[in-house]
């Protein structure tokens, strides 16, 4: 994890925030998986026109600045929105083709201050855009939302755990301004 922010993640937040469809704050993380963005493999804002209090922002990060090694990847979700929105689009079984679909609890744990739940997606494509993913989910206690990390790989639960904290910890999360 780094401090360093990619541009391309500072532009796609900007992008972000510019959507007046979406009604909730964009919080723009802060701490990000090392590397360098490939767009190549993909990133950008996943948005639900149907849901405006919702939203997730997806990356490729590349350890190998070259971009040779595609498979070096770490693909990642940072994002937010209220709790109905988030029980709809990532727990709830009909937002899934394949049956038995939705990531299940795994743990709770208290960081520093900050309760944390923590979720495993079924291998894709059962699990849809989050197949292989863990997910992290914390509670940004005004505005009222549910703040999410998630990366790629079972391994990497210390990942979605760290972008859920940064984004719990952002100023606007803590503060209530949206």
Not at 136 to 141: K, T
Request: aromatic share 8%.
């Amino acid at each position: 994890m780094t401090t360093q922010v990619p541009a391309k993640v500072k532009d796609v937040c900007r992008h972000a925030k510019a959507r007046r469809a979406l009604r909730i704050a964009v919080l723009c993380p802060t701490r990000v998986p090392a590397g360098v963005i490939d767009a190549g493999l993909g990133a950008g804002m996943l948005g639900y026109n149907a849901e405006p209090r919702y939203y997730l922002l997806a990356f490729h990060s590349n350890e190998d600045p070259t971009l040779r090694r595609p498979g070096q990847a770490l693909h990642w979700f940072a994002g937010a929105g209220t709790r109905q929105a988030v029980d709809r689009f990532i727990f709830r079984q009909r937002e899934y083709a394949q049956p038995r679909s939705v990531p299940r609890l795994r743990r709770r744990l208290n960081f520093q201050g900050i309760a944390v739940r923590i979720y495993r997606a079924p291998h894709y494509p059962r699990g849809g855009m989050f197949g292989d993913h863990m997910l992290a989910l914390a509670r940004c206690p005004a505005p009222k939302l549910d703040v999410l990390g998630s990366a790629h790989g079972y391994q990497h639960e210390d990942v979605s755990i760290a972008i859920a904290v940064n984004l719990a910890r952002h100023p606007r999360c803590r503060s209530g301004r949206a």
